[in-house]
């Protein structure tokens, strides 16, 4: 069967960007203020954004209002949106633990794990390595070589 009818989908990494700033930002300002609440709220977007993607708040403020406005230029790529969803749920999982953490009494596992991410979320933005994407493609190696 041939596949010349498959074709990869685009993807803006214009978008994944907003969405890690977005992420190290309101991390850093809830650890910075001591808010347990605007981790939770973070987890709450990103778990919606990997659930239904059209609804990813972050994402869309790049869409709707920062692309729109021309401050941010797209920048499209042939490329599998698949593993930073995958990365995006690695993200809400850790922060949907922390906010468990940070509200039930245990601190400082609840912001080392804030911390992770935002530092993950930091090494995407600055040096395009995603470690939840490096995750999903070696999980789909080690599926295919069973």
Not at 41 to 69: E, I, K
Not at 131 to 136: K, P, V
Request: aromatic content about 10%.
């Amino acid at each position: 069967m041939s596949n010349q009818n498959v074709s990869t989908p685009m993807f803006d990494r214009s978008a994944v960007r907003v969405n890690q700033g977005t992420i190290v930002l309101l991390i850093a300002v809830a650890f910075l203020l001591n808010l347990p609440v605007l981790v939770l709220f973070v987890a709450l977007v990103l778990t919606l954004g990997t659930a239904v993607p059209s609804l990813a708040l972050f994402q869309r403020l790049y869409r709707d209002v920062l692309r729109p406005a021309g401050l941010i230029k797209p920048d499209v790529h042939a490329e599998d949106a698949a593993p930073h969803r995958f990365a995006q749920g690695l993200g809400a999982t850790f922060l949907l633990i922390s906010s468990l953490a940070l509200f039930g009494g245990a601190a400082s596992i609840g912001w080392a794990l804030a911390l992770i991410v935002l530092a993950l979320a930091a090494v995407n933005l600055l040096f395009g390595f995603c470690a939840g994407c490096f995750i999903y493609f070696q999980l789909h190696r080690f599926q295919r070589s069973e």
